[in-house]
């Protein structure tokens, strides 16, 4: 028994008895599972329901449905069964006629058994082989579907990415980048790809990719800082292999770090302002001590004067700390207020009276004026930290005004808003000058600001404080004239 025809399924359509009867022994005795059917249309109708015959034998001559229509008939059914046409009428029109209807040869009668199934054998050799063929070309184009997929999709991810990436073959020629990469690279932009390292124009990254596709390089990532323009670029770039270790090639991913160096750039300068502005004082009251205890002078009045000096320098050092405190936890988005709405009149007039005995000293008269015609309308105000700012104001207002003049506090409406301006006769400051005031730790460095006691962190704070209510500080000066601080608060509805 032929062990490849086990079971397959073969449809014999004759309407003679004997003839189906004989082919259907043949086919048996070769192991193929035979069903017969006496004419076209009871054929037509066995293959409908049942559907998966290998083959079908149909003989040209039948009542009720022929051959050649039941072949295609058969045919539009299912593409792959292979039908083979039994004639007693073997002449080249019936034969074209039926290959032309899809059949895939002919048998004349008679026939012996191996002429049946010669023919048999190799059609359903070459339908198998068509099969096969068929899958194996879907099962590519499904591949290559996905593929191509997969390809689009890693393309997505990486433009979508915010650092840059490109990638390199074992040619040092960029084959793959993203939109970011383009940007950095203009070389990369310009010109299709693969574009050759070199023209990319980096050396630096250029070297860095050439070491890691270096044969023999060890698998690892290398990282190095490169700057491109006024940016700093951290890059870090690994060798791409493929199954068993075979190097492909490199690819490269470049982060922006310009923001992060300024940054420690910034953090370090504080620090050190830091230390310098604490040492100073300390320096002052070490050394203001040390002539009192060491015995320096003998005059009480003296020593009282100096231990006046350190306790100053002391609490100077201790509103230093705290504006410090104050900053930090602003930065950190940690600075608790609590906002209400109010009527700040009464709060900045007070803050004028505070400021008064400082004025005193310096025979400066200090004045407030309520501007605002009726009742005060109301802002979202925290009552300490707008003491704060007021009191930051005043203070400098008197600090920075020659002794015997005039300074005030004024407030009026302005529209939506509230407006409380501070002003002097002071020293006022330049167009220079101006654009500094609000940077931690800057003083205008001059004759008057030498002998006047200061950290420089007054205007950054209240400037903040201000900035978290909604508001705005403008400043207008004029050197040797004076200056006004307006700080601007939105009206509560
Ligand atoms: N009303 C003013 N007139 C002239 N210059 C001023 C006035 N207010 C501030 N300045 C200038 O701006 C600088 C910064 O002021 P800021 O209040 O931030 O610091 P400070 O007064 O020096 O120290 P503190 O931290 O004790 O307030 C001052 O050193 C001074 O040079
Ligand atoms: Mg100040």
New binding site residues.
Partial sequence: MDSQSDGIRVLVVDDEPGMREGCRRILIAEGYAVETAEDGMAGLELFQQQRNFAAALVDLKMPRLSGVELVEALRALDSDVLLLVITAYATIETAVEATKRGAYGYIPKPFTPEELLMPLRHGLERRQLAIETRQLREERERRLLEVAFERSKAKTIINCMTDGVLVTNREKQVVLRNVVAARLLPALANSPLPVSLGAVGLPALTDLLVSAIQPGSTPSIASREITIGESTFMVNVSPVTEGAGEMQGAVAVLRDITALKKLEVAKSMFVSLVAHEVKRPLAAIESNLKVVLGGYTRDPDKQRHMIERALERSKGLL?LVT?LRSLSTMEAGRYALNRVPMDLVPLAADAVESAKEKAAEKQMTLSFENKVAGTVPRVMADAEAMKSVFG?LL???V??TPDGRRAGLRVARDGLFLRFTVW?E????SAE?LSH?FEEF???QNEF?SRVP???????LAKRLVEIHQGEVTID?TPGKG?C?AVSLPIVE
């Fill in positions: 509103t504006e930051n203070d400098n207002a600090k920075y002097d002071g020293i006022g400051m000058e005031v800057y003083r205008a600001t200061g950290t420089g962190l007054g205007l950054s000066s200056s601080f």
